[in-house]
C-alpha cells in the first residue's frame, strides 16, 4: 500500500467517493464535480440513488459493481485508466464505513494506479438528521459507536453491541443488520438491559421513501418486522435517539456569556468550545 489515499483537493488517480446516504443533494462539491466529469463511473449498484446517477453522470459509462469481485473490478478501471479515461469509484455513504473500499484502492495500485479518498455523508449522520437530534447530547451520551451484528462476516464474539449498549452513555448506530433487528434485540434483553431503552430504525434516510420506526429494545423487533423492512436500515439504540433528556451546554450557558466563572479558573476552558462545536 502507497500510503497516498488520503482526501485532498482534485489529482491524478482514481478517486474513491461517498456518493452520502441517498439524497443527490447530500454528495459533496467534490464529488459532484468528480462524478460530473467522470469518462467511467463504477457505482455500489442500488445503494447509490439513481436520480444522483441521471443528475451527475449522465454522460459517462456506468458499471454497476455489485456481483463483480477484484478480478473483474480491478482490470475494469485500471484498462480504462491506462487507455486516458477519467474513472471515478462511487461508493455509498462513506467509503470508510463499511465500505471495502480499500481492497480495491491497494489492487489498484499494485497495477501503479493511483488512488485517493473522497469522504461522503454516512446513513447515521443523515438518520440523525431524520430524527431531529444529535449522536452525542450534553449528559445524555457523550460517545458514538458505528458497528454491525454478529452473522456470517462477523462472529458472535466480534459483536459488541450489549457492551456498547451498557456503557450507558453511548449511542449505538448498527449498520448492516436490518435483517437481524429482533435477534439483536432479543441478545440485548438476555444480558439484561432495559428493555425501555429508546431504539429507532431509519430506512432508507434521505431517500424520497424514508421511514422512520420509533420503539425501545423490547418492542423494535416486531415493529420492524411488520413493516417488512430487511435491509437499507439504520439502528440507533440509546436515549439520544429521542432527544430527550440533555442538559444545556457550557457553550450557550451563563459561563460562556461571562456571567460564570473567570475563563482562567475554569478547568476546561481551553477545551470546552472546542468540544460543544462538534
Not at 3 to 13: F, Q, V
Not at 84 to 92: C, M, Q, Y
Request: proline share 4%; with cysteine; hydrophobic share 35%.
Amino acid at each position: 500500500m502507497s500510503g497516498d489515499h488520503t482526501a485532498g483537493d482534485l489529482r491524478e488517480g482514481i478517486p474513491f467517493i461517498g456518493a452520502g446516504p441517498g439524497d443527490p443533494g447530500l454528495l459533496t462539491v467534490t464529488g459532484k464535480r468528480l462524478v460530473e466529469d467522470a469518462d467511467l463511473v463504477v457505482h455500489a449498484g442500488s445503494l447509490v440513488n439513481s436520480e444522483l446517477l441521471e443528475a451527475y453522470c449522465a454522460d459517462a459509462e456506468q458499471v454497476n459493481s455489485v456481483g463483480k469481485d477484484l478480478e473483474e473490478l480491478v482490470p475494469l478501471m485500471t484498462d480504462a485508466y491506462e487507455a486516458g479515461r477519467t474513472v471515478a469509484r462511487l461508493h455509498s455513504g462513506d467509503p470508510a464505513v463499511y465500505g471495502a473500499a480499500l481492497e480495491q484502492m491497494d489492487a489498484l495500485e499494485g497495477e501503479g494506479v493511483p488512488t485517493y479518498f473522497v469522504p461522503g455523508v454516512t446513513s447515521a449522520f443523515a438518520a440523525s438528521a431524520t430524527l431531529g437530534t444529535q449522536l452525542t447530547l450534553n449528559e445524555v451520551a457523550n460517545h458514538v459507536a458505528f458497528t454491525r451484528p454478529q452473522g456470517k462476516t462477523l462472529s458472535a464474539e466480534e459483536d459488541h453491541i450489549s457492551d456498547f449498549v451498557g456503557f450507558g452513555d453511548v449511542t449505538t448506530c448498527i449498520y448492516l443488520g436490518t435483517h437481524a433487528v429482533s435477534e439483536t434485540m432479543d441478545r440485548l434483553l438476555a444480558d439484561g438491559h432495559d428493555p425501555d431503552t429508546p431504539v429507532a430504525v431509519v430506512y432508507h434516510a434521505s431517500w424520497p421513501d424514508e421511514d422512520v420506526i420509533q420503539g425501545t429494545i423490547a418492542t423494535i423487533g416486531e415493529k420492524v418486522e411488520t413493516a417488512g423492512y430487511r435491509a437499507s436500515a439504520l439502528v440507533i439504540i440509546g436515549e439520544a435517539a429521542t432527544g430527550a433528556g440533555y442538559e444545556r451546554s457550557y457553550l450557550y450557558g451563563d459561563w460562556a456569556n461571562g456571567e460564570g466563572e473567570d475563563e482562567e479558573s475554569d478547568p476546561e476552558s481551553d477545551t470546552t468550545t472546542e468540544t460543544n462545536h462538534d
